[in-house]
């Protein structure tokens, strides 16, 4: 009965609209106070769940990616992207994909990108004769890429739900081949819908306006190489290269491109303040929610039910994915992720997968997820800046679903896609 209040209720809310956060929070109330728990354990496990130390990552990275998407990094990297790829049949769908590629190195949020990268790259795919959604989808499809390789915001979150013994150094780095994969197969599907359309190619500018593009977009580049450098050789923490990462963008906007006015300042300074309340309001409502997903040993009968219903764990994988897919498609990512690591991690680590393993699975699955209606945040940015609504998107969207679902049945069935680099990594260092 308590399982059906928590679930019950939570659904209910979410069925009429009330934000992610509260639907959480008042269901874990509504709970408790069946089970004759004082509420104020809600509030504790709210308390708790936020007052982590490594989620201060979290507002730091929002924070620089704020101040480089209005320093015209977003637009450097574009230019660097079209000069290299612009040629290939259909280019500036290639161009979208590699510049989201290279901002989500910087941003590592998925909202970000499609915000930053859509507003530059879709009016200019509109106007050179590509259909507005063919625009608009691999604009959204492309940002998730910024989920997969640091510094994911998301890969933080799971770190700290995993209970903090994931390394979130390991989890940056398993992130980067999957993540480059799934570049390649939303590229390899762009290139197949733009050879069908007949889309038009940009003429090749020449190696000159190559290294003139390469050269203008070092400093921005240069910051994946700090934080995911300082990160994975112990230099300094996540949250110690976040703050790094502030002060970097504030140098290389401010003095670099002096491309950062006081207004473009306080925009981003505000902004990275709401999403901050947003992010950790809805943390920390998650955190009480999974309390009490712990209290009613929701992971143990999970277990004992999927070994009842097979002991293959090819099948069991497919299983989970299914499941995530599903809950992917009317539930934001940040919650999702505090409320199914305590679930299903133990699930999958009995049956030998690594965790590590499954971070890169679970945040590659939830990303799609993004980008899937009713509840896909990404696809509603990238339908809000190409001006079409969510439908329209939706009707050929499909090649994209299918190289991305193609890209997580390879990461899941093929561990070495995402371990091998952090077993490299950790070989060097010892």
Request: a neutral charge; hydrophobic letters at 55%.
């Amino acid at each position: 009965m308590a399982l059906a209040i928590l679930f019950g209720s939570f659904v209910a809310l979410l069925i009429i609209g009330t934000p992610i956060a509260f639907c959480l929070g008042i269901a874990s109330f509504l709970t408790v106070l069946y089970l004759g728990i004082p509420g104020l354990i809600v509030f504790q496990s709210m308390s708790a769940g936020v007052s982590v130390f490594a989620l201060m990552a979290i507002p730091f990275f929002i924070y620089a990616g704020d101040l480089m998407v209005r320093g015209e990094i977003a637009g450097r990297l574009v230019g660097l992207a079209a000069s290299l790829f612009g040629h290939f049949k259909g280019g500036l769908g290639q161009v979208n994909i590699a510049a989201s590629t290279l901002f989500g190195g910087i941003s590592g949020s998925a909202v970000a990108d499609a915000s930053a990268i859509g507003g530059l790259m879709i009016p200019q795919m509109k106007a050179r004769g590509y259909d507005i959604e063919y625009a608009v989808n691999i604009t959204s499809m492309a940002a998730i890429i910024a989920l997969m390789i640091p510094p994911s915001h998301n890969m933080i979150i799971y770190s700290i739900s995993g209970g903090g013994q994931i390394s979130i150094a390991d989890l940056f780095t398993a992130g980067i081949v999957p993540g480059l994969l799934l570049a390649m197969g939303l590229a390899a599907a762009a290139w197949y819908v733009a050879r069908k359309r007949d889309y038009p190619t940009i003429p090749f500018a020449g190696w000159a306006t190559v290294r003139r593009s390469a050269f203008s977009a070092i400093p921005g580049i240069l910051l994946i190489g700090i934080i995911f450098g300082g990160v994975r050789s112990g230099i300094f923490t996540a949250t110690e290269s976040s703050c790094i990462a502030i002060v970097y963008a504030l140098l290389v906007t401010l003095f670099v491109y002096r491309s950062m006015g006081w207004r473009d300042f306080v925009d981003a300074t505000l902004g990275a303040v709401r999403t901050t309340a947003m992010v950790l309001l809805i943390i920390g409502s998650a955190a009480a929610f999974g309390w009490l997903l712990a209290y009613l040993r929701v992971p143990a009968q999970m277990i004992e039910f999927m070994q009842n219903l097979t002991d293959s764990p090819l099948v069991i994988f497919l299983l989970l994915n299914v499941v995530l897919l599903f809950l992917g498609t009317f539930m934001d990512m940040s919650p999702l992720i505090i409320i199914t690591t305590p679930i299903f991690l133990p699930v999958v680590t009995a049956y030998g997968m690594d965790p590590v393993h499954f971070g890169v699975i679970l945040v590659l699955n939830l990303g799609i997820g993004l980008c899937t209606p009713p509840v896909g945040a990404v696809l509603f940015v990238g339908c809000a800046v190409g001006k079409i609504p969510i439908l329209q998107a939706v009707r050929s969207i499909w090649p994209f679903y299918g190289a991305a679902f193609a890209v997580l049945m390879l990461v899941t069935y093929i561990p070495g896609i995402s371990l091998w680099l952090p077993h490299f990594f950790r070989s060097i260092t010892g």
